[in-house]
């Protein structure tokens, strides 16, 4: 089976400026969590969607948002990027988003915000 | 709120030893799981091993184990016969079960632990 795929790999915006991220879950995997990773802050959980749903949220301003289609991939939203937003954004999928699951990480985003 | 402190931001090892990872959580849940996962230079976060909470016996993967005391919320990595591609950043993580909802999806990282191995 392929694995978790995000694209771009690499992106660079400035200020102001709003980003979207696409992760594509492992093949028959419903349930896609988002994290961003920086030195500072370490792993952070952003949001999860299972069913083009979103079941749960982290504690990130509305700036940050997402969505899930109906084949599972999913997208993320950065409007009116900060300089903080740098980080390297990272998706994992599991079959439901039980927490027995073990989540599969893709290789991640990095975002540069100038 | 349940957190996980990995007390060790570097270690370091010599080809073919072993060394031990150091990671405490605190929750107050009694039905959890615990991972350690390895992120290579290439940033790919890896699963190398996860522990059912209920489950006394520790688990081993191969080169991997793990030392999970449920008393003291301590759960150790031992990474045997260390090879150079062992080295990485190591993180623990927990999920729990945990009623309304709110863990779906969520996994609590450590801070993490840089993992220098020496030929």
């Not at chain 2, 072993?18 to 990671?23: E, Y």
């Not at chain 2, 929750?27 to 799981?33: F, G, I, K, R, V």
């Not at chain 2, 009623?99 to 990282?109: P, Q, V």
Request: proline share 4%; net charge positive; glycine share 8%.
């Amino acid at each position: 089976k392929a694995g978790v795929t995000q694209t771009p790999r690499y992106l660079i915006k400035t200020r102001g400026q709003q980003v979207t991220l696409s992760c594509s879950p492992i093949s028959g995997h419903r349930s896609v969590s988002w994290y961003q990773q920086t030195p500072g802050q370490g792993l952070q959980f952003l949001f999860e969607y299972f069913s083009e749903t979103q079941r749960n949220k982290g504690n990130f301003p509305g700036r940050f948002s997402g969505r899930q289609f109906s084949n599972s991939r999913s997208e993320m939203n950065v409007s009116t990027l900060e300089l903080g937003d740098s980080a390297l954004y990272l998706c994992a999928s599991s079959l439901t988003g039980a927490y027995r699951e073990t989540q599969y990480f893709g290789p991640g985003t990095r975002l540069l915000v100038l | 709120a349940q957190t996980v402190t990995q007390s060790q931001p570097e270690m370091s090892v010599q080809e073919a030893e072993t060394v031990t990872l150091s990671c405490t959580y605190d929750t107050s849940e009694s039905d959890y799981y615990l991972f350690w996962y390895k992120q290579p230079p290439s940033r790919q976060m890896i699963l190398v091993i996860r522990q059912e909470a209920y489950k006394q016996q520790n688990a081993t993967e191969n080169r991997f184990s793990v030392n999970f005391q449920k008393a003291a919320k301590s759960f150790s990595l031992k990474i045997s016969d260390s090879q150079l591609g062992d080295a990485a950043m190591y993180f623990c993580a927990y999920r729990s079960l945990n009623a309304g909802g709110t863990s779906y999806g969520k996994l609590t990282f450590g801070q993490g632990t840089i993992l220098t191995v020496h030929p």
